[in-house]
């Protein structure tokens, strides 16, 4: 199962999210689902919803048990992990899962995105479109 996360600010909008689905998609394949941080999940409903993909809600505060590859100064000192996307990515995908690569930036630099594989426990997080 793979599942892309997703890191992003406050302003960024659907179609950053979307390239960037797109890139990792032709990089790695298709996805099986969409995952997002609790608080941030509605833009990325919107992308599953768009794409007919379900999204699951990763709890805020299981961010930093994640361990990433990316060390992002500024997400560690935001959220307490090196980056949400690989973070996000890894939660959703279940125990074991590994990630495929690094985040990916979106052109504007207002979305991340990571790709993981692995076993997915969605039904225990909230899953949703």
Known sequence: MCVVGFGF????????????????????????????????????????????????????????SAVTLTHSRHSLEARGTGSVAEAVALLAAGPGAELLGPRLISADRMATAAVARGALRGALRGEGA
């Open 9 to 64: 600010r406050r302003a960024a909008r659907l179609a950053s999210l979307a390239d960037l689905l797109a890139q990792l998609e032709a990089r790695y394949g298709p996805v099986d689902r969409l995952a997002a941080a609790a608080s941030k999940q509605a833009l990325v409903q919107a992308l599953g919803r768009e794409r007919g993909m379900a999204v699951i809600a990763v709890a805020d505060e299981a961010l930093p």
